[in-house]
């Protein structure tokens, strides 16, 4: 019987990122598989009167983006919060936070994430007396874009029980002024004593901000997030939920890995999860740990010291990642280390060539090492000695970075976002955006990833350029090389005969125009499981 498509693209420049067809003209959906790719006279050649045919008038096409490293629970959540992200100095951080304490009322929680001090005029980090200042009927709470810092103003501390008497809690640090008083500026996990004291949200509203958010991806083209968990754990059961939910509901229009917190461990081993269980939609990712902070917070650890700080701090230390890694390794969970500093980078490549060397691994995807933001030539090396490690960087966070580890490392900022070099590594290089610590947008991060550049297209040689990407290795990290490092290479990834109808349609080639209009490109359409799930 013949199988007659759904939908028909054709007239287009299709770059299907399938090396045995690297380039096509046309594509047929039946369902939600491809039906068949080529040229534009044999593909329209399956059409019925049913068939809804599409001229692309030679737009491009690619695979839809996969995410690797999104937290997309923690965004959804935090939908009705301010969004620091164009906020541009500290003058206006103030307005913004002012103007939402008003519309509020007294008494109600005014929250935000995403300001970068490092690029506002003034450079000034804000404290408690700042946000008192401007809402002081409110109780405040802000976080920097890595959110690996946040600041809270009084009525926020007095809430969650914050006074100079309270000490620091592990793998936190609660900042105190001379006189031995909290200057509202939180590190690390300190920032859960306010997470502790919010009000939640309802389980209706959180699906809703979920349904919401994966609207907003499919305007991005990304098709397949990996939602990561925050350190801490806190909310590892409440995402696992909420995402069954929404496949239970038949509401579940992404697909998705959801992360479980290293924390977790025990619990999921006991339950007899293994990663890559669950279906094409939804699926039990990876373990995440962390072996360090942040460079913005001065807790990314570090083998020399800042310039402005000491040597950062480990968080989670790296003998007992290796212990519950060996333990996850076994019950075929892999797991994924965040690590930021040189040193944490050192310390986590090591660990794993401990671990390759003591046992076989049970999982059926390679664990993973995040963000490595900086990284020596001589762990490079160990780096590609490694067998089963793959390595997810945020090329996005770059252009948010680059004058504050100016400010922070100085000259040995050489050694941050060496994207070439890890790939040269022959180590499989994806990348992702880390949002909300920085925009979602797959544009942005390819422009990042290509130009080395802010947003506002400076510095205009770009920053380190020896280590930027090409336009078709950026666009590798973001579609096939994903899917093949999380088992589903096979269903996955590129635009081929009998995988998964997962596409997008750009306005722009961005292999051909010039760099800097490559965050200026817009998805024109988002198909997903074969059905178009978005048009612009």
């Known amino acids: 019987m013949k199988v007659c498509p759904d939908i028909i693209l054709y007239n287009g420049n299709i770059q299907t990122q399938d090396a045995a067809c690297p380039m ?9 598989r491809i039906l068949s790719t080529g040229p534009d006279r044999k593909i329209l050649s399956l059409a019925s009167k049913h068939t809804q045919v599409i001229d692309l008038d030679d737009r491009l096409v690619l695979p839809g983006f996969i995410d690797t490293h999104f937290h997309f629970y923690e ?27 008003l519309a509020l009322g007294h008494d109600s929680w005014v929250l935000g994430q995403g300001f970068n001090e490092s690029d506002w005029p003034e450079k000034k980090m804000p404290d408690r007396k700042d946000l008192d200042r401007i809402a002081p009927h409110n109780p405040v709470c802000i ?46 996990l300190a920032a859960n004593l306010i997470r502790n004291v919010l009000p939640g949200l309802s389980r209706s509203k959180v699906l809703e901000n979920m349904q919401k958010a994966v609207q907003d991806a499919h305007g991005l083209g990304i098709t397949s997030v990996h ?36 924390e977790m461990t025990d619990q999921a081993i006991d339950l007899g999860l293994c990663t890559g269980f669950g279906d094409d939609l939804l699926k039990i990712g990876y373990l995440k740990f962390f072996s ?9 650890w570090m083998t020399e010291k800042y310039l402005d700080a000491g040597y950062g701090m480990p968080l989670t230390p790296a003998e007992d990642i290796e212990s519950a890694v060996l333990k996850a390794d076994r019950a075929g969970l892999s797991v994924m280390v965040h690590a930021i500093g040189d040193r ?25 090492i995040e963000h490595i933001q900086m990284i020596l030539p001589e762990d490079l090396e160990k780096l590609a000695a490694l067998k089963n490690i793959a390595v997810s960087c945020q090329p996005n966070n770059l252009s948010l970075d680059i004058s504050m580890i100016d400010s922070c490392v100085g000259p040995r900022g050489k050694y941050a976002y060496n994207l070439k070099s890890i790939l040269k590594t022959g180590v499989p290089l994806m990348l992702s955006s880390d ?4 925009d979602p947008n797959p544009l942005a991060g390819i422009y990042s990833a290509v130009t080395r550049k802010r947003m506002n297209h400076t510095p205009e040689q770009g ?27 096979d269903r996955l990834g590129s635009v081929s005969e009998g995988k998964l109808a997962d596409m997008i349609v750009l306005d722009q080639d961005i292999f051909k125009i010039d760099s800097d209009r490559i965050p200026d490109t817009r998805v024109d359409i988002t198909i997903f499981n074969g059905r178009i799930v978005h048009e612009r």
């Open 75 to 101: 965004w959804a959540l935090n939908y009705d919060s301010i969004d620091f992200s164009r906020v541009c100095s500290f003058k206006e951080m103030q307005k913004t936070v002012s103007k939402k304490a």
């Open 143 to 188: 976080w920097r874009c890595d959110l690996h810092l946040a600041v809270a103003n009084s009525m926020a501390l007095r809430l969650a029980g914050i006074s100079s008497k309270t000490p620091d809690p592990k793998d936190g640090a609660i900042a105190k002024d001379a006189s031995g008083n909290p200057t509202g500026v939180l590190r690390e």
């Open 463 to 489: 920053w380190y350029a020896g280590q930027a990407l090409s336009v078709e290795q950026a666009v590798k990290g973001l579609t096939i090389t994903p899917a093949v490092v999380s088992g589903t290479g």
């Open 24 to 32: 096509t003209r046309a594509v047929a959906i039946s369902g939600n």
């Open 344 to 368: 944490a980078s050192k310390e986590i490549i090591g660990m794993f060539k401990r671990v390759e060397a003591r046992c076989e691994s049970r999982c059926v995807i390679p664990h993973r």
């Open 227 to 262: 939602d990561i968990r925050l350190m801490g754990g806190l909310d590892g059961r409440d995402a696992l939920t909420a995402w069954q939910a929404l496949k239970r509901e038949n509401k579940l229009h992404i697909r998705c890995h959801v992360a479980l917190p290293g």
């Open 292 to 300: 360090d902070g942040g460079m913005g917070a001065r807790t990314a």
């Open 435 to 438: 949002a909300p610590v920085a």
